[in-house]
Structures are given as structure tokens and as C-alpha cells.
């Protein structure tokens, strides 16, 4: 089976093509990025219509590119949520118009879903069962992965997800958005011990976050003084390290808790060099295995909706000819391909 993806829950137009025999053909991505950074943030209408203008080009450089005719796509798979309803609704309207011409069939994507699959597109592939660490710019969970649909929720963030974290202090550090890469970046010329922000949750039991107190402690410490350039890399840091040390702390106590011996990392701070090596090192001391997907799969793109499509599309799921799409959407809904 082939077939195509698209992901448009946010502020990337992405568009994939996968063959269920020779793997992944093509994967295009547009980040609007640059359209979003002078407002500091996301603008959902911008998004939307950015999406519009950017969507059918990106269908034929990923069509070109795998070297595949309309005629050879089998089914159209696209993220249905969470994410931005404005949004959702382009990348939607287009899986839906594209199935209907066409005449094959379309299946909406749980978002999360697609970060959880990403790994698959890696070898070796993480087994099942194992514990997922899901950390993007507004999720951060652990989650017992039984198989592809089976989640069960361990713990999630009571306020910022990680990638919040790492976005808002980097604005408070002068930073352009999004700051996540460029906090990280800044954290390396940092000095250690200079700064000792709060590691939260870590002394409760359980595998919930909360990241929102780190924010206001970067906050005070900036209102505190004139940050020279040198003070500024040693608070990015003490921050890359109280985020990444949390994430640590509680995905090792999931694996102690479950028993499993694979940890996949997935989703946009799955990026963080320093959170991949640390979570590698203490991992391999517990005789644990991490699977990351590849720097370009972490963070939002259609090449994830399409294992996950795969996956239900040939299990004969499909989704109705109306155009819905869900801003919210628990993932613990979703159920094995061909079980819903
Ligand atoms: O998964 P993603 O692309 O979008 C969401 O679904 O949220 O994740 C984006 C988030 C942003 O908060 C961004 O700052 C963060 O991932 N991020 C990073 C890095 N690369 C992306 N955070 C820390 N270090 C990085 N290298
Ligand atoms: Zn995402």
C-alpha cells in the first residue's frame, strides 16, 4: 500500500509519501516560522492561511519527489488534532477533497500518535511494549505504548509542557521564537553551578511534570539584575539542565515502575542534544534502550502521520466524508488499528 500524509496542525505544512514495501518516498516540509516570530508566537489565523498558500505546491514537490503519480496513492491520511481548529481544517478539507477525487479512502491522525510512531521510521524499530517520554511545545507525558493504539497515560504536566518551558524563558533571555533550539544553544557557553533553579515534582512520587515555576524563577533571577552576555548562557543553562534532569528523573522511574526495557523520545524536545545524551547515558545504567527518531522527525512533520495512517488505513479504518477535526482530543481515546 501507498500512501499520502499531511500534517497541518500547527504552524508546519508538511506532506509525506509512504510505501508500505519501499519505505518512506518523500517528505516536504514548510516552517512558518519566520511568518510567526515578529508576534512572539503562533497567530492561528496567520497560521491557516499560510497553510493554504503553501499546501498544493508542497503536494507536488512531495508527489515529484517519490517519483509517484496520483494514480498510485492508495489512501490519504491526515492529523484530525489537537492542534489549531483553523489550522487542522486546511490540512483536513485537502486529505478529504483529495480522497474524494481520487476514490480511496482517508483516515484522520491523533497528533500524538504520529510523534509516538515517529521512531518506526528508524532502524532498529523500538519494540513493544515500552514507555514513551512525549515532550513538545505543549505536551509532556509519559505514557506504558502496549502496541500502536494501546496508551495508557503514566503522568503529564499539571501546567507548561517542557517545550513551553524552554519557549517562554528564552523570550525572558531576549531570545527570538521559537527559543527551545536557541536556549539550547545559548545553554552550551553556560557555566554550571552558577544558577540553581528548583527541579520540580521531583521530590513527589508519581510521574507528573510542572515546569511553570521554572519560568518565574528565570523571570526573578533576569528582573534581578543586568545580565551580562556570560550570565545570560549560565541561566540558559541551569534552566537546559532543571528541565532536562526533571525529564530524567521521572522517564527512568517509569521504566523502573513498568519494567520495560525500551524508552522512546518523541516529540520537538526530543531534539535536545543534552536531553538525548543524559537520557541515553542513565538509561544504559539501568540496562534500558532509547529510541529517537532523527533530529527532522522529532519536531512536527507529515512523514509520522504516515506511519501511523499506514498502520489504520490498512487495518481498513476510515474515517466519514465530513471535514471534522478536534482541538482537543485525550490520547487515551484511541484504540488498535481496526478495534474503533
Ligand atoms: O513537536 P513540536 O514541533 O510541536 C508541538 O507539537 O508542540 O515541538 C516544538 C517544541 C518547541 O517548544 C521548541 O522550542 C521545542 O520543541 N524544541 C526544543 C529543541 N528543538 C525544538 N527545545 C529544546 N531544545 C531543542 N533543541
Ligand atoms: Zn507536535
Not at 509512504?18 to 492561528?44: I, K, N, T, Y
Not at 512525549?134 to 503522568?155: A, C, F, K, N, P
Amino acid at each position: 500500500m501507498r500512501i499520502l500524509a499531511i500534517e497541518t496542525s500547527c504552524d508546519e505544512s508538511a506532506v509525506a509519501v509512504l510505501d508500505e514495501q519501499r519505505g518512506l518516498l518523500a517528505h516536504e516540509l514548510w516552517s512558518q516560522v519566520d511568518l510567526h516570530r515578529a508576534f512572539g508566537g503562533v497567530v492561528p489565523e496567520l497560521a491557516s492561511r499560510d497553510h493554504l498558500r503553501r499546501l498544493l505546491p508542497l503536494l507536488r514537490t512531495a508527489l515529484d519527489s517519490a517519483g509517484s503519480r496520483a494514480d498510485e496513492i492508495e489512501g490519504v491520511a491526515y492529523t484530525a488534532g489537537p492542534g489549531l481548529v483553523g489550522a487542522l481544517l486546511t490540512g483536513a478539507a485537502l486529505a478529504r477533497s483529495l480522497s474524494y477525487g481520487w476514490q480511496v479512502p482517508a483516515i484522520g491522525i491523533h497528533h500524538l500518535e504520529g510523534h509516538l510512531l515517529a521512531p518506526m521510521l528508524e532502524t532498529p524499530v523500538p519494540p513493544f511494549p515500552h514507555v514513551a517520554l512525549l515532550v513538545s511545545g505543549g505536551h509532556t507525558m509519559l505514557i506504558e505504548v502496549r502496541g500502536i493504539g494501546d496508551y495508557r497515560m503514566l503522568g503529564q504536566t499539571r501546567d507548561d509542557a517542557a517545550g513551553e518551558a524552554f519557549d517562554k524563558s528564552a523570550k525572558l533571555l531576549g531570545l527570538p521564537y521559537p527559543g527551545g533550539p536557541e536556549l539550547s544553544q545559548l545553554a552550551a557557553a553556560g557555566r554550571p553551578e552558577r544558577y540553581s533553579l528548583p527541579r520540580p515534582m521531583l521530590d513527589r512520587p508519581g510521574f507528573e511534570f510542572s515546569f511553570s515555576g521554572l519560568k518565574t524563577a528565570v523571570m526573578q533571577a533576569v528582573r534581578a539584575e543586568t545580565l551580562s552576555d556570560q550570565g545570560r548562557a549560565d541561566l540558559a543553562h541551569a534552566l537546559q539542565d532543571a528541565i532536562v534532569a526533571t525529564l530524567c528523573a521521572k522517564a527512568l522511574r517509569a521504566m523502573e515502575f513498568t519494567g520495560h526495557g525500551a524508552l522512546v523520545v518523541a516529540g520537538g524536545v526530543a531534539a535536545n542534544r543534552e536531553l538525548r545524551a543524559r537520557l541515553t547515558r542513565e538509561a544504559a545504567a539501568l540496562g534500558v534502550q532509547c529510541y529517537f527518531p532523527r533530529l527532522e522527525f522529532c519536531t512536527d512533520n507529515a512523514a509520522m502521520i504516515a506511519v501511523a495512517g499506514l498502520h489504520r488505513l490498512r487495518a481498513h479504518e476510515r474515517t466519514g466524508a465530513g471535514i471534522e477535526v478536534r482541538a482537543r482530543w485525550p490520547l487515551e481515546e484511541l484504540r488498535p488499528p481496526g478495534k474503533t
